[in-house]
């Protein structure tokens, strides 16, 4: 729309000559609302190059989740004598992990997954000392560990009941806050242990065309404390940022651009297109007029 519009006023410019001066006026006035509207793609276009950039960025390293005081953790246990194993699966009845709220793009509630492992539903809750009681083996600290490593450790110390146990260990309370100026915001579980920023605005259904994508806040708590962090979308360098990675318990927040604050958003989309048809108006009233 922004090139149509330049092109037809480039073509009135010579008919202008024997114009007055408040046409001259409101000639300027046309040029600058469509090189605004022209430039306001810059903001809204995402992982743009700078100057000099390579089309290649090194990734943050991944990150490790550490089980923590809170968590909830499903453990499925298997071995070749299946009867054996069941002793180690008490939350296998009709409520086995896979029943677990834990599906992209669902709502959760964190409290209801604690007070759903406290009553028996299926998960291991993790106390205040970081302790997990598991079947014969007893109580066992798990805080500080990853899923990988207490999978491990499980395995070990189970080849002294089963013959050829395998372990598996999920972490069922991941989940990621996703408000402000996005489709869908929501509470979203994340059903393995790693995902990116743009996949976690993807599943709440991408920004609304109102959202600042140069300043997407991700608010982390780090040693007891709140951090507040932002991201730009519209940069590459998002891909080398330490909130590339999301953590459990983090929200995400994409506030409002100022155009939908001062409630004239709409009115400023359709500025371009109205002087675009008042051009078109004027080049056909000052060809009738002059010829």
Do not use: W
Not at 149 to 157: F, G, Y
Not at 209 to 221: L, Q
Not at 268 to 290: E, Q, R
């Amino acid at each position: 729309m922004c090139y149509v519009s330049v092109l037809i006023f480039i073509d009135a410019v010579p008919m202008f000559k024997k114009a007055t001066v408040p046409a001259y006026l409101f000639a300027i006035s046309v040029l600058i609302i469509i090189f605004s509207s022209c430039g306001s793609q810059k903001d809204v276009t995402y992982f743009q190059r700078t100057p000099g950039e390579h089309d290649t960025i090194p990734l943050p390293k991944m990150y490790v989740i550490k089980i923590q005081p809170g968590d909830i953790l499903s453990i499925p246990v298997n071995s070749l004598n299946p009867a054996a194993s069941s002793f180690f699966n008490p939350y296998a009845g009709g409520n086995t992990s896979q029943d677990a709220p834990t599906a992209v793009g669902t709502d959760y509630d964190a409290n209801s997954a604690v007070r759903l492992a406290r009553n028996g539903a299926p998960g291991y809750i993790v106390d205040q000392n970081g302790m997990i009681s598991f079947p014969l083996i007893g109580k066992i600290r798990v805080e500080g560990m990853s899923t990988s490593d207490l999978r491990d450790t499980l395995t070990k110390k189970l080849k002294s009941y089963l013959k050829e146990p395998t372990v598996s260990v999920q972490l069922l309370n991941f989940k990621v806050s996703i408000t402000g100026e996005v489709n869908r915001p929501s509470s979203y579980v994340i059903p393995n242990e790693l995902i990116s920023l743009p996949d976690a605005l993807t599943m709440a259904g991408d920004l609304t065309i109102y959202g600042r994508r140069t300043n997407i806040m991700v608010i982390r708590e780090v040693n007891g404390e709140k951090v507040f962090a932002h991201v730009d979308l519209t940069n590459r360098e998002i891909f080398s940022s330490p909130y590339y990675y999301l953590h459990p318990n983090d929200i995400v927040y994409v506030e409002p651009i100022k155009a939908k604050s001062a409630q004239t958003s709409q009115t400023n989309y359709l500025l371009p297109v109205i002087f675009s048809g008042l051009s078109l108006i004027i080049v056909l009233l000052t060809n009738v007029k002059f010829k």
